[in-house]
């Protein structure tokens, strides 16, 4: 300060210095603070899908796309099943397992599609993009995502040479999609 009390422009600018560095730290904080918690969120929103897409496309990329799938899946009018609706299903899905002795290839075929038609009743994506319909799984059933790309995987292995061990894998897989879709244990 000069004799005056006056404070001199370097010390003003010092000043302003100080204060803008703590505005750019405490912004960084917040901006950490924010992405980490949407990492939590989707992390536990997703569960295992979570972990698969950042092993698979890198922790940004991966926390984009599930962002999308999120904002995307609220839009979507998911319902439950009618008890007759899921009566049905599980009714054409013991006749699928009544064949698998016979013809294992069209059993999980069959199983196959009783799962994506309870998918698109009950609203969920329709289509062959069986990555997209993964995923808007995951957001309500986190646990199973895996099992219906994983029974695709294994139905689509067999093409050509049948093998009855992936085809089996497949069936099981299917099957847990279709218990959490219909809320099979729930009924039981």
Known sequence: MDKGGRMETWEWVTIAIVVGAAAVLLLAA??????????AHL?????????????????????RRLDEVEHEHEELDIRPL??????????EWRQAEVRFVSDPRDAVRAAERVVVRVLADRGYPAGDDTEEQAA?????????????RHGHAMLESVDGAE???SLRKAMIDFRSVLDELVGARAAA
């Open 136 to 148: 808007h799984v995951a957001v309500d059933h986190p646990h199973v995502a895996e099992r219906y």
């Open 30 to 39: 917040v901006s950490l603070a924010r992405k980490k918690r949407r990492s």
């Open 82 to 91: 009618p008890s007759a609706a899921r009566e049905r299903y599980l009714e």
């Open 43 to 63: 992390e536990e929103t997703f569960g295992p899908e979570y972990h698969r897409a950042v092993s698979t496309a890198g922790r940004k990329d991966a926390e």
């Open 163 to 165: 093998s009855t061990e």
